[in-house]
């Protein structure tokens, strides 16, 4: 046999896996199994805790969770290995809607690829599902490695106001306002379900952190109280969102931000960036352009930015000292930028 198609059939092979995985977890998170199979269960147990179930199906599942090492077996007996364990503990910190959104967004997505670039059909939209749950949710997957990061450098810059835009749960401030008692902030965030979910998370920081429902491309210090009175910021964050702009929307955005900010005052750009080269983490290509990918198949969305994209819309919109981090697993950067131009 060619070994081409040895490749081709070996790549295909971990495909099948990777899918099988993927349907195994999302199916188990949905059916809260993971938190069932933590104690020891046969087939006929399971399904006397649910007699209407499918039981062929069920038996097809837990065997895959088999073998895809997700559950150990013995004597007819399925458990959670650490690894399902795992999902079960972090489904609640984005992993359960990630998984929802690859499952039920990016397959269905990249399904209509042939018609999507043959022009055959209108780019999709960002279904009210996303909007509402799964884009904030699964953006909280990045926080065990962005968190830390940020609370260091609070600490070095001695941030006291700070003003999230799309701020999703108002998670990063409520963090913020615990751990640095004299900080102050503001958030703004368009989608009123996700401003409810905000405000109920911040309500004991004692009036320190607001919430605002706003598109923040509307900014303006006299449509917000709660700017004047908290502004001018230390820091503007702009977390897992430059992307949702064009270049020109980022270049009015950036122009807004620096009338918000102290002399001197930064912003900080998270974002997954669209990289030439792939980056290799655990012998497998880390996702960016794979991300990128699907968001360009969406009205009104052109991908995610390179690294120099957002370097070069930051100096043409007067910012200065750029500083660029590489997140854990490189999957995200952070670029901090001060206020006011290169001198010289």
Known sequence: MDVSMLALLAKTTSLMEYLGFLWVVQTGLELDLWTEMETASSLHEVMVLHPGWDETLLEHWLEQAYYLDLLTKRE?????TKLARAINNYK???????????MGHWAAGFAELPRLITKQREKLKIGSDMED?????????SEPFVWPFLRTKCQKEQWRKVLDLGCGEGRYLKRLADEFPELQGVGLEMN??????????????????QILCQDILALGEQENP???????????????????????????????????LVPGGQVGILTAVRQGDPVRVFRTHLPQNLMSFFLACHQGFEGLPTEQEVTSVLRQT??????IS??????????FAAQGADEG
């Not at 009123?192 to 952190?209: F, K, L, N, S, T």
Request: charged share 25%; aromatic share 12%.
């Open 326 to 335: 590489v997140m854990p697993l490189g999957t995200s950067h952070y670029f």
């Open 318 to 323: 007067g910012y200065r000292d750029i500083n």
């Open 76 to 80: 007819g007996r399925f458990q959670a």
């Open 226 to 260: 709660f700017l004047k009175e908290f502004g001018p910021f230390d820091l503007c964050l702009l977390n897992n969102s430059i992307y949702y702009f064009s270049q020109a929307q980022r270049i009015e955005l950036l122009e807004k931000i620096k009338g918000l």
């Open 192 to 209: 009123p379900i996700v401003v409810g979910r905000a405000r109920e998370r911040v309500q004991d920081c004692e009036g320190r952190v």
């Open 92 to 102: 609640n910190l984005g992993l359960q809607a990630l998984y929802k959104e690859l």
């Open 133 to 141: 749950e799964l884009i904030s949710k699964a953006s909280m997957a």
